[in-house]
């Protein structure tokens, strides 16, 4: 965009700045779920501690004083083995799914439904979009201002876009300018950019000042990036946190519990 219009000593500074927020929101979200990820990492080392060395330790104890294992041994081994079992064939699902779609981003069309998904996750996917359209308005205003066509900005400005829902809308968008539609009516047709930038496009239209309207929809959408990035880390810690105590409390009735009144039996 710097090279298109001749000012790269301008959109860098901005764009730095740009980046900088964006690098924010990303530390905001890793220090939301930091807490909650050790404790987990924590829980889990504790279930092996017991199915490894606690376990195997209580039932050699009762096979040397010639004792059989009591029900409630018995009842925490089988437990431990389904935990076990369950933790592995989760992880070996994460990794599966993460191998497919990592190949199926190979695939347009599968990358193309991935990003589509991407845009309608609960509280990630308006983070998503919100960035994308500001990253979009932020070359627009920049392509414009120095005298870019909005035709021409609209293709340049694509480049910039990583979603591909997002730039499979520009690329309609910018195929009906050259068929002479206005450049709202253009926007108002698109699925996966707001309705509202069609609505800000026209206003531009009338006070034919579109670069400023530009202007204000990327500082309107970079606020709502952090608004809505301050908001969703608030709701994930004490969700992460409320989740991972009840998995604890789980554990902690049907094996922790079990084991020691095994532990005194065998004693």
Not at 165 to 172: E, F, K, T, V
């Amino acid at each position: 965009v710097g090279e298109r219009t001749g000012t790269l000593s301008t959109v860098m500074p901005q764009l730095a700045t740009y980046l900088s927020r964006q690098r924010e929101i990303r530390e905001k979200i890793a220090a939301a779920a930091t807490y909650p990820a050790i404790v987990i990492i924590i829980a889990l080392l504790a279930m092996v501690v017991v199915s490894v060395v606690v376990v195997p330790s209580v039932s050699e104890m009762g096979d040397q004083l010639g004792m059989a294992a009591p029900a409630q041994m018995e009842l925490v081994i089988r437990r431990v083995e389904r935990l076990s079992t369950l933790f592995w064939i989760g992880a070996a699902f994460v990794a599966g799914l993460a191998i497919v779609v990592r190949l199926g981003m190979f695939s347009r069309t599968f990358a193309m439904s991935i990003d589509r998904l991407l845009l309608k996750l609960p509280g990630a996917g308006p983070i998503v979009q919100r960035s994308q359209i500001a990253q979009l308005m932020f070359a627009m205003e920049s392509l414009t201002k120095n005298g870019i066509s909005v035709e021409e900005a609209i293709q340049e400005a694509t480049h910039v876009v990583r979603n591909r829902a997002i730039r499979a809308d520009l690329d309609q968008i910018h195929e009906k300018l050259q068929r002479g539609m206005r450049l709202s009516d253009s926007f108002l047709g698109a699925k996966a950019i707001p309705e509202r930038v069609g609505a800000w496009a026209r206003v531009g239209e009338h006070t034919g000042d579109i670069a400023s309207v530009f202007a204000q929809m990327r500082h309107y959408y970079a606020h709502e990036v952090d608004r809505s990035a301050s908001r969703l880390t608030s709701l994930v810690e004490p969700a992460l946190i409320v989740l991972v105590g009840a998995g604890i409390i789980v554990v902690v009735l049907r094996v922790v519990v079990p084991l020691f009144g095994a532990m005194r039996g065998v004693v």
